[in-house]
């Protein structure tokens, strides 16, 4: 039993940091600021989940899991929120749009 | 012992990094955000440490806070600059270069410079080095008493009993930076609304998100406060998420800020110094002492401080980062 709840924290946690990863990766190496907000927006909803799935079987209470779901709930709420902001200031200052590979 | 032992020294480095950066890097802009990036390692670095409720104060009050007010600072700094007609965007470019300063002091400063800074250096090496181990602290006292109190958190007992007069004098100050903010006031304002913005479209996502958060963040301050009598927790982290909250729904438009000369918002700003002057004062006659709590109503006392001072400190907060009034009074 536990030897199984360590294999699913150490497979959803690694898959999560994966996901952190790649949005760092996109983050550094998208062209612009709309293509980094998709990929650092994806990081933190699958990234923090994949985590906090991993996490869950680590908890002495149910109650505490729970906690864990609302902080998921929370991050993905402000990401999403933060992500529509930035965009929008974007959008409305005329920065610069990527248009695909000249 | 960590399953990763590069985890501390690792944080350690990038502690130091964004330290570093936060003082050197040339852009105001980047300087603040190093500074934000800062606090939230030092946060992780005080759960590393045990100290669970400094890292939630430090997350809250040293990056949260502290970086919203040096944010509104950059950006009330562009504005000003862009006012008067300066070229140079703070936001991207480095600092326009200084009007020519004196020549560099001669050799012999330089050299004491470094010397003193090396000898500085040294003693504090040399004090660090020569702390006895283990290192003495009434950590074992405070454990053993901890009953006379009533409350089960020994930061919380720290805070409001045995060291309360610290944070009554802490409340104060915190008092006081608010009164030093409200007296960059011109004369013609005082009394009116804090300039605090707020540019949301009424169908917008910020206003949605000012309907949607308050309930859920009001319901995790009044737990951050009750949950200090027992685990980490308590006044300070409570009033910064109430704070939050309350300038959120500010932001999004949806409650006006109240005027500096409310009565209302007056009293929220004075209850929490009054009930714990008020509470220490009566400890004269219940206990024979400035604060002193009879053990049997001690955590009722604390609590009932804990309660003013969350309520004082979401306002103080919230008014330090809405700024000096600039609309007129009406």
């Known amino acids: 039993m536990t030897a199984a709840l360590d294999a699913i924290t150490v497979v959803f946690v690694l898959a999560g940091c994966f996901f952190f990863l790649a949005g760092n990766v996109g983050l550094l190496r998208f062209p612009d600021t709309l293509t980094r907000l998709h990929a650092l927006t994806k990081a933190d909803n699958l990234g923090l989940g994949l985590v906090v799935i991993g996490l869950m079987p680590r908890m002495d209470h149910p109650l505490s899991a729970l906690k864990l779901l609302l902080v998921w709930a929370l991050g993905m709420l402000a990401a999403a929120t933060v992500g529509q902001l930035i965009a929008r200031s974007v959008l409305r200052r005329g920065l610069p749009i990527w248009k695909g590979p000249q | ?330």
């Open chain 2, 1 to 330: 012992m960590t399953a990763f032992p590069l985890l501390d020294p690792a944080l350690c480095f990038v502690i130091l990094t964004t330290a570093v950066l936060a003082v050197a890097i040339r852009t105001v802009f980047a300087a603040v955000v190093s500074f934000i990036v800062f606090g939230l390692l030092m946060a992780i670095a005080w759960v590393r440490l045990g100290a669970v409720d400094v890292a939630l104060t430090e997350a809250a009050i040293g990056a949260g806070l502290t970086g919203v007010l040096l944010l509104s600072t950059v950006a009330r700094i562009a504005k000003h600059r862009a006012d008067r007609g300066d070229d140079v965007p703070i936001l991207e470019g480095p600092e326009p270069d200084p009007a020519p300063t004196d020549p560099l002091p001669g050799l012999a400063t330089q050299s004491l410079a470094i010397v003193l800074s090396a000898a500085v250096a040294a003693a504090l090496v040399a004090a660090v080095a020569l702390l006895p181990v283990p290192a003495p602290g009434l950590v074992a006292e405070v454990g053993s008493r901890l009953s006379e109190t009533g409350v089960e958190s020994p930061v919380t007992a720290v805070l409001l009993a045995y060291r309360g007069y610290d944070t009554l004098l802490e409340i104060v100050v915190l008092l006081f930076a608010l009164l030093g903010v409200w007296s960059l006031t011109a004369d013609a304002r005082w009394g009116g609304q804090p300039g605090l913005r707020h540019l949301a479209r009424p169908d917008g996502v910020m206003a949605y998100l000012g309907r949607l958060l308050p309930p859920i963040g009001l319901l995790v301050g009044v737990y951050l406060f009750w949950i200090g009598g027992y685990r980490p927790g308590g006044a300070f982290q409570a009033g910064t998420v109430l704070a939050a909250v309350w300038l959120l729904a500010v932001m999004a438009g949806l409650v006006p800020i109240p005027k500096v000369s409310g009565i209302r918002l007056r009293l929220a700003l004075v209850i929490g110094p009054a009930v714990f002057l008020a509470i220490g004062l009566a400890g004269y006659p219940l206990h024979g002492a400035f604060l002193g709590y009879p053990p049997a109503i001690a955590k009722v006392l604390i609590i009932l401080i804990e309660a003013g001072l969350t309520i004082s400190i979401a306002t103080i907060l919230g008014l330090l980062v809405a700024g000096a009034p600039e609309e007129r009074p009406s």
